[in-house]
């Protein structure tokens, strides 16, 4: 299995504009998770979904921030306009249904000048 | 007060030393422990999983939980130069969690 694939792996970008992550969870997980890790705040959950369903988004910062999985081989999480203080890595990771441990993917370094 | 707290280190040891890694939280209704071990520029991977209060053993790896003072450890004996990385302890008050709350991470050095 290919693990948890994640793209862009490095994104540098201009405040204002729109910035797409993409990511592709272990074939067969029902769970996906997204993180926003930084020096600050440590790993943070913003959203997870289940079954391409969000059920909890309470750790999403602001409007400012969507996510979406519109099958259960895809997400995306979207920032639009991003500001420099959303600089950060942004970790996808998935998990089956019966488990506890949840697989990270590589991570995409987000950084908004 | 965040809900865990990790002294961020680092934490620097000579090869062969015993580390010990420790957290510490406020809420009460936290049973499942985790401790996750991240390496540079890569994702966190679960490297222990306890549930409650004990130890639990994992070759040179042993996590302990102590939940009457809301206090959890992670032992490392034999220490490598490859377990230098940043480890991260989490909980949750459900199993096969989805809302996992995580440790700042410690980051630890091993000197050969």
């Known amino acids: 299995d290919a693990g948890v694939i994640q793209s862009p792996r490095h994104e540098v970008t201009e405040m204002g504009q729109e910035v797409t992550l993409r990511c592709k969870p272990i074939?067969?997980?029902?769970?996906l998770f997204w993180y926003r890790q930084t020096m600050m705040r440590g790993l943070e959950l913003l959203i997870y979904?289940?079954?391409?369903?969000?059920?909890?988004d309470s750790g999403m910062p602001e409007d400012r921030f969507s996510a979406k999985m519109p099958n259960a081989s895809f997400s995306t999480l979207k920032i639009q306009p991003s500001e420099p203080r959303d600089s950060a890595v942004y970790f996808c990771?998935?998990?089956?249904?019966?488990?506890?441990?949840?697989?990270f993917g590589p991570g995409t370094r987000l950084l908004v000048l | 007060q965040k809900e865990v707290e990790q002294d961020p280190g680092p934490l620097s040891v000579p090869e062969g030393a015993i580390v010990s890694l420790n957290c510490t939280y406020s809420?009460?209704?936290?049973?499942?422990f985790m401790w996750y071990r991240q390496y540079s520029r890569k994702g966190p991977e679960l490297l222990m999983y306890t549930y409650s209060s004990g130890n639990k053993e994992d070759g040179r790896f042993t996590a302990q939980v102590d939940k009457s003072s809301k206090y959890i450890s992670l032992f490392i004996r034999d220490s490598q130069p490859s377990d230098s990385a940043t480890y991260l302890c989490?909980?949750?008050?459900?199993?096969?969690?989805?809302?996992?709350?995580f440790g700042s991470g410690t980051r630890l050095s091993i000197r050969p």
């Open positions: 074939s067969g997980h029902d769970y």
């Open positions: 809420n009460s209704a936290f049973q499942y």
């Open positions: 979904f289940n079954n391409n369903v969000p059920i909890d």
């Open positions: 990771a998935s998990r089956p249904s019966l488990g506890e441990t949840q697989y």
């Open positions: 989490a909980m949750s008050p459900y199993s096969s969690a989805s809302k996992i709350i």
